[in-house]
Each structure stands twice: as C-alpha cells, then as structure tokens.
C-alpha cells in the first residue's frame, strides 16, 4: 500500500511541476490506475470489489486480508 501511496505522490507532484494544476480527469484517472495496480498486488486469494475510492479498496483489503489470515490461522489449528 505504501509503494502505491508513494508512486501516486510522485505522478501528482511531476503533474504539477508540468502543468501547475492537475484536472478532475488526471485524478480521476490516476485513482482508476492506482486501484488496478494495488488489485494486482494483492495476494491472489484475497478478492474484493473493486467499486468505490483507492481509500474504501484499501480498507476493504484489509479486512478481507484479515478474515483470510483468520481463516488459514483456524486450519492450522484443526
């Protein structure tokens, strides 16, 4: 999540180097690409929607990573 938080930030910033402003259609954009990219990171197993802001599917991935995590930890344990 960082990394992606990070390569957003530099795409924003050499945007505003460039043009001194970013539009509605760069951000909307940029949030489409950052969600396809962090969907790809994800670990395979772990779905989610990707509907809504970079922040909803970030928090959706976390709760999903931890039911998943939770689910693994039960197997082990049986």
């Not at 690409?33 to 509907?51: A, Q």
Request: hydrophobic residues 35%; proline residues 1%.
């Amino acid at each position: 999540m960082n990394r992606v938080r990070e390569i957003r930030k530099r795409i924003i910033n050499a945007q505003k180097q460039q043009s001194n402003e970013i539009s509605q259609d760069f951000k909307k954009s940029m949030e489409e690409h950052l969600k396809v990219c962090f969907l790809r990171g994800l670990n395979p197993k772990i779905v989610i929607s990707k509907e809504g802001t970079f922040k909803k599917l970030k928090i959706r991935a976390i709760e999903a990573k931890r039911k998943f995590e939770n689910r693994e930890l039960g197997k082990k344990n049986v």
